[in-house]
Antibody, heavy 123, light 106 residues
Framework: EVQVVESGGGLVQPGRSLRLSCAAS????????MHWVRQAPGKGLEWVSG????????GYADSVKGRFTISRDNAKNSLYLQMNSLRVEDTALYYC????????????????WGQGTLVTVSS | SYELTQPPSVSVSPGQTASITCSGD??????ACWYQQRPGQSPVLVIY???KRPSGIPERFSGSNSGNTATLTISGTQAMDEADYYC?????????FGGGTKLTVL
């Protein structure tokens, strides 16, 4: 059974940092691109960042570029999101998701999602 | 930056056909996909690569994409289909979601 489980969320002050993790199982992790998607309370989905199977291709939303860094450890079947200089507007539920398409960052659709981890940025 | 536009809401009677549109510049030149999200739940992929259904998604869900518009069609809509629906596509190496459409079955 395919599973992705996010962790690392919490309450953090503006300007501070947080690192999210995503543990994947039930599929060949290093065959697929992985993505982070967030959803602010009561709002729609926002794609945050994605990384190809071998970390050779990475993308970021303009809203997080220069502040967030995505990475993966294929040996540990894990995806990460380092979030620096956090802002109040980064408050959201952060989802980790797997793409249907193998290898490529630009995918076909996200077919497995975790339950999300909540990040709250507030003083 | 690339934008995808969806109607905020669509209403449909049970058993009828619901159509939800997603508009973007030359959207037909790229793949579109669709997600269903029920309240309090994670999104579920219902259509990928314009018109393909993942395993487990009912046949009443179908998709098309041409010109500037992608369309999600739900035939024989059921009460359980009431949810928010989001389209998504790619602009270079950036993923883009539409603003979402609330489907009401009444």
């Amino acid at each position: 059974e395919v599973q992705v489980v996010e962790s690392g969320g919490g309450l953090v002050q503006p300007g501070r940092s947080l690192r999210l993790s995503c543990a994947a199982s039930g599929f060949t992790f290093d065959d697929y691109a992985m993505h982070w998607v967030r959803q602010a309370p009561g709002k729609g989905l926002e794609w945050v960042s994605g990384i190809s199977w071998n970390s050779g291709s990475i993308g970021y939303a303009d809203s997080v570029k220069g502040r967030f860094t995505i990475s993966r450890d294929n040996a540990k079947n894990s995806l990460y999101l380092q979030m620096n200089s956090l802002r109040v507007e980064d408050t959201a539920l952060y989802y980790c998701a797997k793409d249907v398409r193998k290898q490529q960052l630009v995918g076909w659709g996200l077919d497995y999602w975790g339950q999300g981890t909540l990040v709250t940025v507030s003083s | 930056s690339y934008e995808l536009t969806q109607p905020p809401s669509v209403s449909v009677s049970p058993g009828q056909t619901a159509s939800i549109t997603c508009s973007g510049d030359k959207l037909g030149d790229r793949y579109a996909c669709w997600y269903q999200q029920r309240p309090g739940q994670s999104p579920v992929l219902v259509i990928y690569q314009d018109n393909k259904r993942p395993s487990g998604i009912p046949e009443r869900f179908s998709g098309s994409n041409s010109g500037n518009t992608a369309t999600l069609t739900i035939s024989g809509t059921q009460a359980m289909d009431e949810a928010d629906y989001y389209c998504q596509a790619w602009d270079s190496r950036t993923g883009v979601f539409g603003g979402g459409t609330k489907l009401t079955v009444l």
